[in-house]
């Protein structure tokens, strides 16, 4: 429950972020809080200090500085519409408004004219935060970024006040003049073109997708979750393609008409943008495709349309991006290109992951329909024509298989034996293997046996001098009443030289012989009869652990040859193995615990099993996932088990999961190869155009 709760955690906390971004995303780019006729702004009540400094500005100050009545119609003026005062957040873009005899600046938010007074002028930054009040004309500025008109009262009450311009502009105006016409919105394919690049679009659909793919194989409770998850996003992903045009999105475009000029002290700041292009105050930012063609239009009067960034989208009768746009589309393909590589990776995991390729296989074998089996027969299941998605219901007797892991550790320490779990059935004809027999295994337990016999004599009856025993062992002492026997059986074991050379040079430590050979001569003449050690207890625990441990290699390593043989049936027949690793057969109840027990102990369970299971009565149902035919002719066939419903469901989504990432990697290389192309050609062409226009002077393009 813990990690289902951790989970959908993670997952709603995804949502709220995505959804974060994407109202971000979506929201006006300059972030903007607009006047009351567009929208919802921060307001307060005016006091009575700030109406004071409004009607002294307005009555002393204002008429001083523009004496000329001609340009005094949109001035702000008394009285003052209400007691609101608005705070926003803006940039304030300001226009050269020329006529013969003055020239004087025009401010606006966004497409809203206001009046700055000069004396504030001074403190305008690229991001402001403004207060202004509206008047019975426009809307006056009474603060900006902190600085207040009520701030200058004693300013204000003096006359005369002298006009500085120089001083009070922001931007010192060039010789020529710009004359502002109107503000017009950007066109849809203006917008377009500065947006749409469809990588937010394809990143919704990886992600809707992605939830898709981990559907397949998550937990059950958490399947409805994922999947729901995978189509919002999808939807998402298809909402900006089929979504109506909305204008809210469109930036304000200012249009003016003038002379541009080229000077050599604009835009040394940005190299990159170098173009020494002006019109009155205003540095010009041109498409870097348009730079042979905007010397035609300098020191003429001319029309530009530009964003508050400066950035020109038309100029004159024929630079026009919005034609552009129209004529030859600029062609996308960073969304493709997203796509594309997603649907690589994903179907890449579907190919190497298990889990997930299992449902596509059987998917697959679903698709193309299956055959159901019963089979009780080994000739017949061996000549059966089966193919993948075949479901199988076999019933007989035959012997447990688990492939032997003998080599897996490099150490050279040996595995715990393990040799059946039937995750694997051996069915065939031939009569079942005979029980697992070891006659060096048998020369190790009695070497054990001997050994124990005399190194514990209270847990035995001896038949002479009972007495002198329990004297030794009151003393704390070992007797080694028949040492003869512990050499030979040493020597039944250990044949080759090389064999239990530690225990070898214990024994005759033991005894008062030369070396191995020459004690192991005495013991097979007779002349070690009756020949008794007495030990200290340390002296025998160390005996003991060391024939324990000698003998514990052979056994080992005989378990494991007898292990080999026992998966190594005769050639020909079946192997049916689990895929899932399920047991075929019911086993019995074991407390044997490998690991707690003796290596000798291991070898009699081992025959345990083996007399159990060589010949087992076994029952295997399923779905065929796999065949093929191993060097012996024994057919192998992987079954996994039937698939209920909601396991069902999983694997058709996959099938029709990987056929949607085919159809997406297909349709998206073609679309992508296609564009780049589109695109390599699209500016040579419209340098082709233009080239024919300022050449020929033929009309623009309709």
């Avoid at 990690?3 to 971000?24: K, Y």
């Avoid at 009155?280 to 003429?300: K, T």
């Avoid at 219901?393 to 550790?409: A, E, H, Q, S």
């Avoid at 005759?508 to 050690?533: F, H, I, P, Y």
Wanted: one cysteine or more.
């Amino acid at each position: 429950m813990s990690s289902l709760v951790i989970i959908l955690a993670i997952f709603i906390t995804s949502l709220i972020i995505m959804a974060s971004f994407l109202t971000f995303r979506w929201k006006r780019p300059d972030n903007a809080r607009y006047l009351p006729s567009i929208a919802k702004t921060a307001h307060r009540k005016l006091n009575t200090d700030e109406y004071q400094a409004i009607d002294s500005y307005l009555q002393n100050v204002l008429p001083l500085m523009q004496p000329d009545r001609s340009h005094r119609s949109g001035q702000p003026a008394l009285p003052v519409k209400n007691d609101t005062v608005y705070t926003i957040n803006h940039t304030i873009n300001r226009f050269s408004a020329a006529t013969d005899e003055s020239q004087h600046w025009r401010y606006y938010v966004d497409e809203i004219e206001i009046h700055l007074p000069a004396l504030l002028e001074s403190f305008i930054k690229q991001q402001n935060t403004i207060e202004i009040v509206q008047t019975t004309s426009m809307p006056l500025v009474i603060a900006v970024n902190g600085h207040f008109l009520k701030d200058y009262q004693q300013d204000l009450s003096i006359a005369p006040i002298v006009k500085q311009t120089a001083q009070a502009s922001i931007q010192k105006n060039g010789n020529s003049s710009a004359n502002f016409l109107y503000i017009r919105k950007e066109t849809p394919e203006e917008n377009r073109l500065r947006h749409s690049t469809g990588i937010l679009e394809g990143i919704l659909m990886c992600i809707g997708l992605s939830f898709w793919f981990l559907a397949l194989f998550m937990p059950t409770p958490i399947l409805p979750w994922l999947m729901l998850a995978a189509v919002l996003f999808l939807i998402a992903s298809f909402w900006p393609i089929f979504r109506p045009f909305s204008s809210r999105n469109l930036l304000n475009i200012s249009c003016f008409s003038g002379i541009p000029k080229r000077w050599g002290i604009f835009s040394e700041s940005e190299p990159e943008q170098r173009r020494n292009i002006s019109l009155g105050g205003i540095d010009l930012l041109y498409p870097s495709h348009w730079e042979p063609y905007v010397v035609h239009e300098l020191d003429q009067n001319t029309e530009v349309d530009i964003y508050t960034n400066c950035h020109v989208v038309r100029q004159g009768r024929y630079l026009s991006l919005h034609e552009e746009e129209k004529h030859y589309p600029y062609q996308r393909h960073r969304k493709n290109l997203i796509l594309v590589v997603f649907s690589i990776f994903a179907l890449l995991v579907l190919y190497f992951y298990q889990p997930v390729s299992l449902s596509m296989r059987l998917s697959f074998a679903w698709l193309h329909g299956s055959n159901t089996q019963v089979i009780t027969s080994v000739t017949e299941l061996q000549n059966m024509p089966l193919k993948e998605g075949d479901v199988l219901r076999v019933k007989g007797i035959g012997m447990c298989y688990t492939p032997p892991r003998l080599n897996d550790n490099p150490s050279g320490i040996k595995h715990i034996f393990a040799a059946f779990d039937c995750t694997g059935i051996y069915w065939n004809n031939d009569s079942p293997l005979p029980m697992p027999e070891s006659d060096i295994i048998e020369n190790a337990s009695t070497l054990i046996t001997t050994v124990n016999e005399q190194l514990h004599p209270i847990e035995r009856s001896r038949k002479t001098n009972p007495g002198l025993n329990e004297a030794i062992a009151k003393s704390g002492m070992t007797l080694l009443d028949n040492f003869s026997q512990v050499i030979l059986k040493t020597h039944n074991l250990c044949m080759d030289e090389i064999d239990c050379i530690r225990l070898k040079s214990a024994l005759v430590n033991l005894s008062n012989a030369e070396d191995w050979d020459d004690l192991l001569k005495q013991a097979e003449r007779g002349k070690l009869n009756g020949t008794k050690v007495l030990l200290r207890s340390v002296s025998a625990d160390a005996l003991e652990k060391l024939v324990n441990t000698t003998t514990a290699s052979f056994i080992y390593q005989e378990i494991d040859k007898i292990s080999m043989l026992l998966n190594s049936p005769s050639p020909g027949g079946v192997l049916l193995i689990s895929e899932e690793g399920n047991q075929l057969v019911e086993l019995p109840y074991s407390s044997f615990l490998a690991y707690e027990y003796s290596a000798l102990d291991q070898w009699r369970e081992l025959q345990r099993l083996a007399d159990i299971l060589l010949s087992a009565p076994f029952e295997a149902v399923g779905i065929v996932t796999k065949l093929s035919e191993d060097a012996n002719g024994t057919r192998r066939i992987t079954l996994h088990s039937e698939p209920d419903s909601v396991t069902l469901i999983r694997y058709l989504g996959s099938s029709f999961f990987l056929a949607i990432l085919m159809a997406i990697l297909s349709i998206n290389a073609i679309l992508m190869i296609s564009k780049r192309q589109r695109n390599k050609v699209r500016l040579q062409r419209i340098g082709q155009y233009y080239d024919n226009c300022f050449n020929s002077k033929q009309p623009p393009m309709d």
